[in-house]
């Protein structure tokens, strides 16, 4: 069996890479690609015969999902992803499969099981492109684009966009906009969290939720965790020390 990688992150493509082995090591890893660029080259550009292909759902440089729009993928893929399991059900009643990360043997083992039944029929790369775009359709979330407040007797629709964080303080919600001013909100953090681009926003701690265009500075604290200086916040923030991995990570999107 020949397979490709794509996966930018290398010690995951690594890992994969010696899961098949111990599945199989008939197995021929043809190329580890990091990036949805690089992919594109490669499927390109190579005519090498390809059983399977393991893709990485968020690459570096974009969704592995616009590879199939500049390029032909010659074989069936299994998706890798950090997607909750929950989403994950959505993608898993369509005919490809996903394996969530960190991948183990037996996640791995199902997979390729499945992939094995499915090579007696016809492989046909425009349904599974089709197949994909369902799934995703089914993972979308329709995240909050704007926040309706009261200031006195009037009401205000404040963008997302125009929001730099989210607190609680005494029992309360508030968010704190860019013209510099704290608005009471209907919901709980926990309810807010729920509704904001995990992508635009990341919650430090149990009192802050905040946005990429948030903080002035960001500084090493004690015991492994950072302090966020926050516009227009007089509060000292913390972020936790078992997010600050995460953290790091968001920041870097």
């Not at 009643?93 to 960190?102: G, H, T, W």
């Amino acid at each position: 069996m020949k397979v490709v990688i794509i996966e930018d992150e290398r010690p995951a493509a690594r890992r994969l890479e010696k899961l098949l082995q111990i599945y199989n090591d008939g197995i021929e890893v043809l190329e580890k690609i990091p990036s949805v660029k690089n992919a594109i080259a490669w499927l390109s550009n190579n005519q090498e015969p390809l059983d399977l292909v393991f893709m990485d759902i968020q690459l570096a440089d974009g969704l592995s999902f616009e590879i199939f729009d500049h390029v032909e993928v010659p074989a069936p893929v299994i998706f890798t992803t950090a997607y909750d399991e929950y989403a994950l059900k959505a993608f898993k009643v369509n005919s490809i499969d996903y394996l969530l990360k960190p991948i183990d043997i037996e996640e791995l083992t199902a997979a390729i099981e499945k992939w094995e039944s499915m090579t007696q029929k016809s492989f046909d790369e425009r349904a599974m492109v089709k197949q994909i775009s369902e799934a995703m359709g089914m993972l979308q979330t329709n995240y909050k684009s704007r926040f309706i407040v009261k200031v006195g007797e009037h009401i205000k629709s404040i963008a997302i966009g125009d929001i730099q964080y989210f607190f609680s303080r005494e029992k309360a919600t508030f968010c704190h906009a860019t013209d510099g001013r704290n608005y009471l909100l209907d919901h709980p953090l926990e309810k807010i969290e729920e509704m904001l681009d995990p992508q635009k926003f990341y919650r430090v701690n149990r009192k802050y939720i905040i946005s990429m265009n948030a903080f002035d500075d960001i500084i090493s604290y004690s015991n492994s965790r950072l302090k966020v200086n926050l516009k227009d916040c007089d509060d000292e923030v913390i972020v936790s020390r078992d997010r600050v991995g995460d953290f790091k990570k968001w920041l870097d999107n």
